[in-house]
């Protein structure tokens, strides 16, 4: 053995060949934009069955029309979240802006619900979890990584594009 080798070889990885294409060379951040959409699927599941459960108890629609205007307004609510967890899911901007209004708008709703209700001064825990439960979402989607996640998909899109045109 020479003197000058040790005997040990480098292994030759991936990122050593010829033609590698490592990618955008920073992580893309989808570990916020999936977790705010798997969040917002799943809370406006959870504001779905609540809404379900008021309507099956007759609570909702006792009242004449108020009631189905608010029941109209929950599946508004829980399909805008839903929706817009698929969206983001496919790397699509509207999705991050369908959860970022309606979960603004459900945090803005509860507290002033709450306070206008005196609520707050009787279980400001409830409040309190809710609201920082949608502000979270509110913030995982409106992040930065979650916009460059958003940008590298538009990005892989236009080539997919600029090719398929290109082959006729």
């Known amino acids: 053995m020479d003197e000058t080798r040790s005997g040990w070889e480098p292994i030759a990885l991936p990122q050593d060949q010829v033609g590698f294409d490592a990618g955008p060379g920073y992580w893309s951040g989808s570990g916020k934009a999936v977790w705010a959409a798997i969040l917002a699927m799943v809370f406006g ?22 009631g189905y205007l608010l029941f109209a307004l929950v599946l508004l609510i829980s399909a805008s979240l839903c929706v817009g967890g698929i969206l983001l899911l496919f790397r699509l901007a509207i999705g991050k802006y369908a959860i970022i209004v309606t979960s603004a708008l459900l945090v803005t709703w509860g507290v002033v619900g709450a306070i206008i209700s005196g ?17 979270g979402i509110v913030a995982l989607s409106a992040s930065r990584t979650t916009k460059r996640w958003l940008a590298e998909g538009r990005a892989v899109r236009e080539r997919k594009r600029v090719v398929r045109h290109a082959n006729g």
Request: no cysteine.
């Open 45 to 66: 599941g959870i504001v779905l069955s609540f809404g379900l459960i008021a309507v099956a108890e007759h609570r909702l629609l006792k009242l004449p029309i108020y």
């Open 119 to 135: 609520d707050i001064t009787r279980s400001p825990t409830t409040t309190l979890v809710i609201a920082t439960i949608f502000g």
